[in-house]
């Protein structure tokens, strides 16, 4: 699975837009982009998942570049229930649904 | 659905002893693994299992032996513990292909002394 590289930390106002961004430049043409949020010390949570074309769902949006080596996950009004640690994880979807982490970016919304 | 549970939520261990943290869904997901996380890092994995009766290894399987002879449970081992294990176990499950999302049981924190 392709490396990713994001940010160490992140701030963001409560109700702006938190947009955090990834690098996969090595990701292959089979591989997607997901993301997950890990609250505190809770479990993951999935966000978003996507291979080239944008995606959206009711938590958050998902930008992948057209060469795809890159992606930016949108948050589109961030509240203090938001901070949390994101990872970017890129892998191939096959029949061993190994996900990979990194250490994620960590995202402070305040007031 | 009560989704992925894990027990204990807390443990404590004596360096040399052994213990099984138990894991549990209710979705019938095909996929489960068991991770790691230290502080300040991410998760790592250590074993995984596609189904029933098929078990592989991840990034970290030294010291851990899993099972799985249901589709529901999941259990990781410590064969003897060390303080190198001290960490938070986290259980997860999916079904398998067509890249589906992942979800996380609650966690295990273990303390090896």
Same mark, same amino acid.
């Given at each position: 699975d392709a490396k990713t590289t994001q940010p160490t930390s992140m701030d963001c106002a409560e109700g702006r837009a938190a947009n955090l961004p990834c690098n996969? #430049? %090595?990701? #292959?043409? &089979?591989e997607y982009v997901y993301w997950y949020r890990q609250i505190h010390s809770q479990g993951p949570q999935y966000i978003i998942h996507g291979l080239k074309n944008n995606e959206t769902n009711e938590m958050a949006s998902l930008i992948i570049t057209e060469d795809r080596k890159s992606s930016t996950l949108i948050l589109p009004h961030a509240t203090l229930r938001d901070t949390a640690v994101y990872y970017c994880i890129v892998r191939v979807v096959? &029949? %061993?649904d190994k996900l990979i982490f990194g250490t994620g970016t960590r995202l402070q919304v305040f007031p | 659905n009560a989704g992925v549970t894990q027990t204990p939520k807390f443990q404590v261990l004596k360096t040399g002893q052994s213990m099984t943290l138990q894991c549990a869904q209710d979705?019938?997901?095909e996929y489960m693994s068991w991770y790691r996380q230290d502080p300040g890092m991410g998760l790592r994995l250590i074993h995984y299992s596609v189904g029933a009766g098929i078990t592989d290894q991840g990034e970290v399987p030294n010291g851990y032996n899993v099972s799985r002879s249901t589709t529901e449970d999941f259990p990781l081992r410590l064969l003897s513990a060390a303080p190198s294990q001290t960490s938070v176990y986290f259980c997860a499950s999916s079904y398998l292909q067509g890249g589906y999302e992942q979800y996380f049981g609650p966690g295990t924190r273990l303390t090896v002394t």
């Open positions: 996969h #430049s %090595t990701i #292959s043409g &089979n096959d &029949n %061993t | 979705m019938n997901h």
